[in-house]
């Protein structure tokens, strides 16, 4: 099970949350600070996996975004690598070529994209297709 | 950065596609994007938020501003402040009937709230409504926001209505809707609170029906948890996995679900998982599904991530079903790619599946062995303990002690807490079972005390303490001398460099082992015992915080090291005794002083253990000292009881007179506690009793046991039983004190708690995993070797993963006969490290030079390139390297202990390398 995910930047600052499981607020932030700087420090030769307390933390790095997932010990960490990086490409697709700024300016779609994506933990949507579908319908009603 | 910035605003000024009513939040996005320091951030948002909090509760409120307004709060919030006024509002804004608002209150609520908050009780009229709505785009969003916001205590009330959605006609909300049952699911595992005899898993069986493969991959998710916490009722669904997972990887899918061009990866994952799930430990249902599962391994291929992820599925669930032989086979081979991969994602997962297929056949890892040693020496921390994780599960006799080497090595290094705790629990647990000779195992554990103290659980001490009891004398001097060593490193006091490198404190844990072991055997020491108290003494000065339980423990140890050195009239009894004022008195000089404080200080002490122990030292040495010596007999700390002596002394005979004289004046009889509860339970049964209470019955059998107490002598050795007892257990609770004085008062020879074992020659560990005595290993090493061979068979030959792998351990056992046969000569000097460390670790040495030389690209192994590898250098010639250059490298391999010649012969095979971790 995914229990949270993590967008933030090379400098730290969180450009998204969304979690799973309950924690706590203060909790939040001391997690964000701690994944921050295990992750920006690592070397790209290295593995995209962390031990982390009794989880493990699966990041990947798209230009100066890290985008990380705490997973349960016992789930696939390749599985969940690339649907960071399906994730990543739906956003691209959306936003045709999507930079830090979109996700800045329009957190509250990649927030909808997200709950597209993956709900309560699991991955819900595994198609490209027919997740872009569904937000092209919901941006239709939009305007 | 700057140029980005410019081009999105320009493209907002042009026409912006998203956010047309977002001026204002836009604004505050650009003015945080700006922001040069925390400082000036944090002042925004707090003016932000004021002006938020004003129009908020502004009674003319714009409603159609909604959403810009849940969505200034959410970016608030996510910059780290507190935005809880606004809950409330984002309630309200849920209802609203416009569907914009209203998602985006729903959205902010969930990023607000979780299950537990009671807010959400507000929540939940709005929820049931919006499920019922005849929008399907409102239906989703609810259900979204029931995956997190419905807790327990309210998941009967919208259960009725999600469970009507699963007929809807649209797949999104089919889907949503499993999604949300697999939530309320978690909810309560075992279906016995709120979801009590709720079918829940006939919806979700239903539902892998479905047309839609969404609906039916959301089913599966919901499946796989079911089946998680038990697995049996499903097993019938077993036929339906392998049919969904032989057509998915068969392409049937729709195009849509490709990701590179692998069908449905994520959904053949899923169903991977969920048939290891039904297969482990079940023999028929995995020869079902091996067909199928082979199938899939053989479609998916290495050529991207996601195919390596499908078959890193597949060889886990190979791993984790019933095992079939060919499907190991064909496991072990698909993940050698894998190891030889330049990616060190690729290589971590296949160290992890070679770990699960070294746990089915244990000749598996000798094959990857220098891919193996890359990955140990790898910079790469997350790697390297996925490494140590596959040692430890391939540790066998022959190795562990290079394989508890590296991890000590790692475990001086690391400093994350929950790693550190794992790499202790593995050593000492490695270490028990498979410990060479009780030397190896005392040192070896006092190095992990050392090194990770705090972790060390109080039972690892227990046997540590118990094993050095157990041994003779020689070994009960090492280990004095070891810890006299290591106290003395610890010191450093005055002489040395004081504090120009501050040690770090030992841990208590080890203090208490070094306590007891100096107390017992103190007096075997090479040295004056005046030293040895004087370096117990310095446990003081050095940990200045020392617990009490400590001094409690360091009391008793003086008592017992005084005793066996002359009692009062010996130097540390004198030093003991001194009167307390009369510095630099004749006695002990200064540190007879400072012990005589020590005592001092204890008998005023406000912890009245300390204050008993400290009382028991000073009668214990006033006695005469024939009466001390048999009190406190040398080295005793094994003696057993035989069961017609403990039954004797079960029976408490010495108290016979005393309660026949009670008796006679009166008492009533004793009532055992099980008569006594009966009565009162019956009592109880009734309810309410009205007439008053009989007298208690056992008021006075408990005034004339108390009299036994009294007695002289008898005094002593009660004092005397309490102490042998906590030392021996390194207890300390105080009234343990009274529960174990009646026993040990009846005999002179009193160490009740250590005597646990059953008697044997070999006394520590669990006796399955090493059914040789430990004498055999220290006749040489070829015979660890082969009884190492014969393990492996063993295991090979129990387990149905036999054919294939019997032969090549075999095999790999004929090949450590001839090397431990061939002798000295030539030595040629290269090479020689990885070698000799490879051939300790996996027991043979063709195997790695033939890999060596197949190995792509040598940049991952930096100690092979400062040592340039002779690629021909062939097998035999490595062996007689191991031979002749291995003698110096013991010492190393045993820290700074003395011990036997004997063990530094049996340490041969292992190379210099080993000792560098430290």
Redesign the interface.
């Known amino acids: 099970m995914i229990r949270f995910i993590l967008l933030q930047n090379r400098a730290g600052?969180?450009r998204?949350?969304?979690?799973?499981v309950?924690?706590e607020?203060k909790e939040r932030?001391k997690l964000e600070y701690e994944i921050h700087r295990l992750v920006v420090n690592r070397?790209p030769?290295?593995?995209?996996?962390?031990?982390f307390?009794?989880y493990k933390i699966v990041y990947r790095r798209y230009a100066g975004l890290f985008f990380s997932m705490c997973i349960d010990a016992s789930d696939?960490?390749?599985?969940c690598?690339?649907?960071i990086?399906?994730f990543v490409e739906i956003l691209d697709h959306y936003f045709s070529n999507v930079?830090?700024?979109?996700l800045?300016?329009?957190?509250?779609?990649v927030?909808?994209i997200l709950?597209e994506f993956i709900?309560?933990g699991?991955?819900?949507?595994?198609?490209?297709?027919?997740i872009l579908e569904?937000l092209a319908e919901?941006?239709k009603?939009?305007t | 950065m700057q140029s980005k910035l410019e081009k999105v605003v320009a493209g907002l000024k042009t026409g912006p596609r998203f956010l047309k009513e977002l001026r204002e939040f836009d604004n505050l996005v650009k003015a945080i994007g700006e922001c040069k320091s925390k400082a000036e951030e944090d002042r925004i948002i707090t003016q932000e938020l004021e002006l938020l909090k004003q129009r908020l509760s502004d009674p003319k409120l714009d409603r159609s501003r909604g959403k810009e307004y849940m969505i200034r709060l959410i970016y608030c919030e996510m910059l780290g402040h507190d935005a809880s006024f606004a809950y409330v509002k984002a309630l309200q804004f849920a209802s609203d009937p416009n569907i914009h608002t209203k998602k985006a209150a729903y959205l902010a609520l969930t990023q607000f709230l979780d299950h537990n908050n009671q807010l959400v009780l507000l929540l939940v009229n709005t929820l049931l409504s919006d499920l019922k709505s005849d929008n399907y785009l409102i239906v989703c969003t609810a259900l979204v926001a029931a995956t997190k916001l419905i807790g327990a205590d309210l998941v009967n009330a919208v259960y009725p209505v999600v469970v009507g959605r699963l007929r809807h006609p649209k797949e999104h909300v089919r889907k949503k809707a499993v999604l949300a049952l697999h939530w309320f699911g978690q909810l309560d595992p075992r279906r016995e609170g709120p979801l009590a005899g709720v079918e829940l898993d006939k919806h979700f069986r239903t539902m892998l029906c479905d047309k839609d493969p969404s609906v039916m991959s959301a089913a599966l998710c919901a499946l796989h948890e079911c089946i998680r916490s038990d697995p049996r009722p499903y097993k019938n669904l077993i036929p339906s996995f392998t049919s969904i997972l032989k057509q998915v990887a068969e392409h049937r899918l729709p195009k849509s679900y490709d990701y590179h061009r692998f069908p449905a990866p994520f959904i053949q994952i899923k169903l991977l998982k969920i048939l290891a799930l039904l297969g482990s430990g079940d023999r028929a249902a995995s020869e079902n599904m091996a067909a199928v599962l082979l199938q899939a391994l053989r479609r998916a291929n290495s050529s991207h991530t996601i195919g390596s992820a499908i078959i890193y599925e597949c060889v886990r669930t190979i791993t984790t079903i019933y095992p079939n032989p060919q499907l190991l086979a064909a496991a072990a081979e698909s993940i050698s790619p894998f190891l030889l991969s330049p990616s060190h994602n690729l290589r971590y997962t296949g160290i992890t599946a070679l770990a699960g297929i070294t746990a089915l056949n244990p000749a598996a890892a000798a094959e990857h062995q220098v891919a193996v040693l890359d990955c140990l020496e790898d910079p790469d921390d997350t790697l390297k303990l996925k490494t140590l994780e596959l040692l430890y599960k391939m540790t066998r006799a022959s190795n562990i002690q290079v394989i508890t080497d590296k991890m000590m090595g790692y475990l001086a290094t690391c400093s994350d807490e929950h790693i550190r705790r794992d790499i202790v629990r593995k050593v000492s647990d490695l270490a028990e079972r498979y410990a060479p000779s009780p030397a190896w195992f005392v040192s070896t554990l006092s190095e992990v005390f050392r090194l990770g103290g705090e972790h060390v659980d109080e039972g690892a001490a227990h046997r540590l303490v118990r094993l050095i009891a157990e041994q003779d004398a020689g070994l009960h001097g090492s280990a004095v001398e070891a810890y006299l060593g290591l106290l003395e490193a610890q010191g450093g006091e005055g002489a040395g460099a004081p504090s120009a490198a501050p040690k770090k404190k030992l841990p208590e844990t080890i203090l208490l082992v070094i306590c007891w072991v100096l107390g017992e055997y103190g007096h075997l020491a090479r040295r004056p015992p005046a030293a040895v108290l004087s370096r117990l003494l310095s446990i003081l000065s050095s940990h200045k915080a020392a617990t009490e339980r400590v001094r409690g423990c360091l009391l008793t140890a003086l008592t017992k090291l005084a005793a066996h050195t002359g009692g009062a009239a010996g130097p540390v009894g004198a030093a003991l005794l001194q009167p307390h004022g009369s510095a630099g008195g004749g006695g002990g000089g200064p540190m007879g002083r400072e012990a005589a404080e020590l005592v001092h200080q204890c008998l005023n002490s406000q912890n009245l253990e300390l204050q008993q122990r400290a009382h028991e030292l000073t009668t214990l040495l006033s006695l005469p000292p024939p009466l001390l010596s048999s009190a406190l007999p040398v080295d005793a700390a094994c003696e057993e009881f035989s069961a017609a002596e403990l039954a004797e002394v079960a029976t408490l005979p010495f108290l016979d007179p005393l309660v026949t004289r009670a008796l006679a004046a009166g008492a009533a009889p004793y009532l055992p506690p099980e008569a006594r509860g009966a009565k009162t339970g019956e009592a109880q049964a009734k309810g309410l009793r009205f007439e008053a209470y009989e007298p208690a019955p056992y008021a006075v059998p408990l005034a004339s046991s108390s009299t036994s107490y009294s007695a002289g002598v008898n005094d002593a050795r009660l004092h005397l039983g309490s102490t042998s007892a906590s030392t021996s257990t390194l207890a300390a609770a105080a009234s343990s004190h009274t529960a174990a004085a009646a026993t040990p008062a009846a005999g002179n020879q009193l160490q009740p708690q250590l005597v646990l074992k059953s008697g044997g020659p070999r006394k520590w560990g669990p006796a399955q995993y090493e059914s040789e005595p430990p004498s055999q290993h220290t006749a040489g090493h070829s015979a660890g070797s082969s009884a190492a061979a014969a393990h492996g068979t063993a295991a090979a030959g129990a387990g149905p993963a036999s054919s294939s792998a019997a032969g090549t351990t075999t095999q790999s056992g004929g090949g450590r006969h001839s090397r431990s046969g061939s002798g000295s000569a030539v030595v040629t000097a290269q090479n020689a490290e990885r070698e000799r460390l490879a051939a300790s670790l996996f027991g043979t040495a063709g195997g790695t030079a033939a890999a060596a030389a197949t190995r792509p690209s040598p940049a991952h192994r930096p100690q092979q390139q400062s040592q340039p590898s002779n690629g021909s250098a062939n097998a035999s010639q490595q062996q007689q390297q191991r031979g002749t250059a291995a003698a110096p490298s013991a010492m190393d391999l045993l820290m700074d202990l003395d011990v036997p010649q004997q063990q530094q012969q049996l340490t041969a095979a292992v190379g210099p390398a080993s000792g560098s971790g430290r």
């Open positions: 600052r969180t998204l949350s969304k979690y799973y309950p924690i607020e932030r070397d030769k290295h593995t995209n996996f962390l031990e307390r009794s696939n960490e390749l599985t690598l690339e649907a990086h399906l930079c830090e700024l979109d800045v300016f329009n957190f509250h779609k927030y909808l709950d709900c309560g699991e991955l819900q949507e595994t198609a490209k297709k027919v569904r919901l941006d009603i939009d």
